[in-house]
């Protein structure tokens, strides 16, 4: 460990960049549509167990391994696994941020076109008319040049802020973003409430309804827990790894989950008050968002300026998401290579930036993988949300089971929590079941998929679910 390695400021500071990488399009746009199509809040209830079981496990294990080991993925696994392969692991996190950061940055471009467009009154034309809006949406990501101008603005302000460094840049961003992301949001749900008709929404959203909940949301509500946190990738191992021995682990990780759920919530919130109120189609799916709000803010008093934020937070929330992302990628540089933060994120911003041209494109004319009858934008999504993440956080509970062993994580968990009495004995044990069933949980998805995959057919349709 090098004597000048960056920390974070403060404890504070830490808890908003870690709950910035989780809180990103996963909440905002992901969590609204899949909650209200799977039994609303069955489909919570379902999730915030597998939080519980799957999430906390995972998220400690990696904030744990990076305090430890003060290094990001790579290193770390090499560290605490001398001479094994287990730094492949590592390898596969910094391989995942590729993959993902590439498609994440094109719709982090999208997010700000909106912005933009709302503010200057864009969506006053669209008003009352999803046709005309779905057209318009679909000329602007299918067209060559247009999305991948706001791309490229997109990931030069996330390299901007990583070249600033993890207090100056990192921190410092998710200081001021995240509170306004929370406070926007509640503006917007006191908005929402306060339109007549809009406390449907709020029926459609968090009244349960068992009947509508699947086998497969349930595997849904598994893979989105993942992917809410940040986990499977490394992102949290490196954001651990800026951390001071001074911490109480399960305490910040509790923040961050309850920070990650609670703007889920309350971005639910927002969307279906407003949709429910204007009598919009609630079961647009991931259309919701980009084509269907921005026909009913202009119905609403003051809609321009509602729209504008929402898109605003939209941006905002994709960014520290993006920022984590990326900074799993120079991080490795910084610590394996002995690059300097400069160089490591203009060079692999810029690749990936590269490949994410190829993914916008893909929505048109140009895809590069017609062969596979996929866009490249879905392959790329799919690849990592289906197989590198699940395969990743998987592997990481393994490993802290069997290598590194639930001692040594727990003699981690301990520092910055010698004032707490605990039966630690009782939390062992504890800690040991939970991460065999969140390992076998994550590995049953992963096995699903595979199947899915492979013979055209998943386990629960096999089993006649
Ligand atoms: N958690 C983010 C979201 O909800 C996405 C994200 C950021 C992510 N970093 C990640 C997902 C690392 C998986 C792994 O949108």
Redesign the pocket.
Known sequence: MSDNREQWGSKLGFILAASG???????????PHMAGQNGGAAFTIVYLVCILIVGLPILLGELAVGRNTQLSPVGAFTRLAKGSNWKWVGFLGVA??FV?LSF?GVVGGWTLRYTIYSLFGGFESLSGNPDASGEVFNNFISSAINPIIWQLVFMAVCMGIIIKGVKLGIEEGAKIMMPLIIIILGVLVVRGLTLEGGSEGLNFLFKPKFSDLTPSSIVLALGHA???????????ITYGSYLDKKQNLINSAIWVILL?TAIAMLAGTAIFTIVFAMGADPSAGAGLIFVVLPTIFPQIGGGLVWGTLFFFILFM??LT??I??LE?ITAYFIDEKGWSRQKATLLFGGVITFVGVFCSLSMGSFNITTALDISFFDFLDEL??KYM?PI?GALTGIFILNKWGIGLFLDEIKIGMEHINLDWNFVKNISNILFIVSALIVCLIIFNELTALVLGISLQEMAGL
């Open positions: 990488s989780a809180v990103g399009l996963g909440n905002i746009w992901k969590y995942s941020a993902i994440y993942f992917f809410t946190l940040s986990l499977g990738m490394g992102t949290m990650d929330a994709a998401s993006a984590s992302i799993v990592s949300s993440l990743g």
